[in-house]
């Protein structure tokens, strides 16, 4: 069965400096999805980056990006000027395939220090 | 355009009890997902409801149902309550059928359980 593992539970950064969430997840699919999550405080959830796995290039969404290693079944999260509004639980989450369930991590709780 | 709405959006109900919570996706919105989430257990999924028919179910007992309506708004209703179903359940809406990509969640219904 597939896992989705997040080693940090908390994390802290100093505001305008580059912290790296850190996922692993394990699979025997050669084609998959990974995704990250933001949940804010008491504000909802939203999509902050996804890769395809049969994708070399490592996505980027603005301060976001991430590095995937498929190899070593890593994908980790980078937000650079990191900014209070960053705050938040992340999750990293796994797709087998379009039609089936999405597994996630246990998140990682992120905190940014002014 | 409206996002998520999920109602009601704080519930206390005792052990044996039932409860429904409703959700109410995007404007053109045809799938409609639900997770619970707890501390312990994380972010799970537990159904996707689309044109009225469950597509997918994760693994959670029967006492955990719901459905579609024509309009896509969805319910789900958790019968015998238990102490373990205290959660935040969330929903999410998409357009397409387990469209991970292009997914809005709703701000959730916290369920407590005596």
């Known amino acids: 069965a597939q896992t989705v593992t997040q080693s940090q539970p908390e994390m802290s950064v100093q505001e305008a400096e580059t912290v790296t969430l850190s996922c692993t997840y394990d699979t025997s699919e050669s084609d998959y999805y990974l995704f990250w999550y933001k949940q804010p405080p008491s504000r909802q959830m939203i999509l902050v980056i996804r890769?395809?796995?049969?994708?070399?290039q490592n996505a980027t969404e603005n301060r976001f990006s991430v590095n995937f290693q498929k190899a070593a079944k890593s994908f980790s999260l980078k937000i650079s000027d990191s900014q209070l509004g960053d705050a938040a639980m992340y999750f990293c989450?796994?797709?087998?395939?379009?039609?089936?369930?999405?597994?996630f991590g246990p998140g990682t709780s992120l905190s940014v220090i002014p | 355009k409206a996002g998520v709405t999920q109602t009601p959006r704080y519930l206390i109900k005792t052990r044996g009890q039932q409860v429904t919570l409703s959700c109410s996706p995007i404007?053109?919105?045809?799938?409609v997902s639900w997770y619970q989430q707890t501390p312990g257990q994380g972010l799970q999924f537990l159904f996707e409801y689309f044109s009225e028919t469950q597509r997918n179910k994760g693994n959670f007992p029967g006492r955990f149902s719901g459905r579609q309506f024509s309009n896509s708004r969805s319910e789900m209703n958790v019968s015998t309550l238990e102490l373990g179903d205290s959660a935040l359940y969330l929903c999410a809406s998409s357009f397409g059928l387990a469209d991970y990509n292009e997914q809005f969640f709703g701000p959730g219904t916290r369920l407590t359980v005596l």
């Open positions: 890769q395809e796995a049969y994708k070399q």
């Open positions: 989450a796994y797709l087998k395939t379009s039609y089936d369930k999405v597994i």
């Open positions: 404007s053109g919105h045809r799938s």
